[in-house]
């Protein structure tokens, strides 16, 4: 099975010895399935877009891709005590995390990345009473509990 969305391929395959799977890659690989100047190249294991990909038994997971997971490496918002005015910070607060329940494919991970992006805004000096409010508002506009046990772990 194979997706694609512009640019990118997202190829799920299963290695079976009824089919030459190493061969199928290889062939994929070498098809022109892009025009001059543009090529194959092959992206992050487990990524698609913004997307982080599981395979647990025979099922599929998925969240919202952040490299900030474990360490902050790339800041994309602005500092707390900066001059953008508090309602565009709580708003933009309760977008990304909208975002990433919307991304989520089951509560368990909706709790991890929910949790690793509250952490990320929490180092950027966004108080804690605020975070909690967020997700106080996301379980209830939502109807999505997982915000509760985010909350509860700040």
Not at 83 to 105: D, G, I
């Amino acid at each position: 099975c194979a997706k694609r969305y512009m640019d990118d391929i997202l190829m799920i395959y299963a290695q079976d010895p009824r089919w030459d799977s190493t061969q199928f890659c290889h062939e994929f690989k070498a098809s022109e399935c892009y025009q001059k100047p543009l090529k194959l190249e092959d992206g992050d294991a487990n990524t698609f877009l913004e997307t982080r990909l599981f395979v647990r038994g025979n099922q599929f997971r998925y969240k919202l891709k952040n490299d900030n997971e474990s360490d902050c490496k790339v800041w994309r918002y602005q500092h707390f005590h900066s001059h953008t005015p508090y309602a565009q910070k709580r708003a933009l607060l309760t977008a990304r995390l909208r975002k990433v329940q919307q991304m989520a494919s089951d509560p368990d991970m909706l709790y991890q990345s929910g949790l690793a992006k509250v952490r990320e805004f929490q180092a950027i000096r966004y108080p804690i009473p605020m975070l909690r409010a967020a997700c106080n508002y996301l379980a209830a506009s939502t109807g999505e509990r997982t915000w509760l046990n985010v909350r509860d772990t700040l």
